[in-house]
């Protein structure tokens, strides 16, 4: 039993089977302790017109599910004399591109639609805000999802492949996809757009649905989870950065008159030591 089980793990059969309550394999497990983690990125190599993926491995095309998308604004108030950004985390950053996260850092507006960073410039000058669309695509032969950053150039491609299923009453995470990339060129600008390709459309009793429909909470969990992480680094961020409390001790009221103990205003160092921590 178990030698057969370790000769077939790497079929797609028993890679469904792991989120079963079979006992040989359950992925919680393995999970358990972990407080943090970053679902693995496929990055679009746009002059080569090529997919890499975190193991370094470059391809033309690829296969996946859909298990959950979403817009996704980024703007970043500092940048490098090269243009390039400066910090990991953005200033200020929306996860369905209506509104700025309540834990941005310096949010600059109540609303994307009418930030003056959601604009284009002068003489059709980029954004300095940056819009994505943010697919999580799943294969038969993983657990995770991976995360498809897809640039501003092809958020139309999106939405017409998400109209397009809806028209044909084909809901989205039933239907496997082959995203592949067109090279363009504009001016001395060369990137790529995304071209995406139905492959496959599954039935309820396909159980690959059964892993997909697992996934979608988890996902979900996962973006809200990176939210509120953003939320605590800029918080600790803004503690660490605070200025000192004075060293200077607080008067004593040893050598106070009694009405001035009873009406004196206790110190910020006082006050602090009352609150508990955060």
């Not at 407080?35 to 095309?61: M, P, R, T």
């Not at 950004?85 to 200020?92: K, L």
Request: with cysteine; hydrophobic share 30%; proline share 6%.
């Amino acid at each position: 039993m178990t030698e057969q089980a370790l000769t077939t793990t790497n079929t797609s059969e028993t890679a469904l089977t792991t989120w079963d309550d079979s006992g040989f394999f359950d992925p919680e497990e393995n999970m358990k302790c972990v407080q943090s983690f970053s679902l693995q990125k496929v990055e679009i190599l746009h002059s080569a017109g090529l997919y890499q993926f975190e193991n370094g491995d470059s391809v033309k095309s690829f296969d996946a599910f859909i298990v959950e998308w979403h817009r996704a604004n980024s703007f970043w108030m500092k940048k490098k004399d090269d243009g390039a950004i400066s910090a990991e985390r953005p200033d200020c950053f929306s996860l369905d591109g209506v509104k700025p996260s309540e834990n941005s850092k310096h949010k600059q507006s109540d609303v994307c639609a009418s930030c003056t960073q959601n604009k284009f410039g002068k003489n059709s000058e980029p954004k300095k805000c940056q819009n994505k669309y943010r697919l999580y695509t799943w294969n038969d032969e993983e657990l995770l999802p991976k995360v498809l950053n897809v640039p501003a150039t092809s958020i139309a491609v999106v939405d017409k492949f998400l109209l397009d299923l809806a028209s044909s009453k084909k809901p989205a995470r039933a239907v496997k996809v082959t995203f592949t990339l067109k090279r363009e060129e504009k001016g001395s600008n060369k990137y790529s757009t995304l071209i995406m390709t139905e492959k496959e459309v599954i039935t309820r009793t396909d159980p690959r649905i059964q892993v997909i429909s697992q996934l979608v909470p988890k996902t979900r969990e996962y973006i809200a989870n990176q939210d509120r992480q953003h939320g605590a680094l800029n918080a600790a961020e803004q503690e660490s950065s605070s200025p000192p409390d004075n060293d200077i001790p607080p008067p004593s009221d040893a050598d106070a008159p009694a009405e001035a103990k009873s009406t004196r205003r206790p110190s910020v160092q006082q006050k602090r030591t009352t609150v508990a921590p955060f």
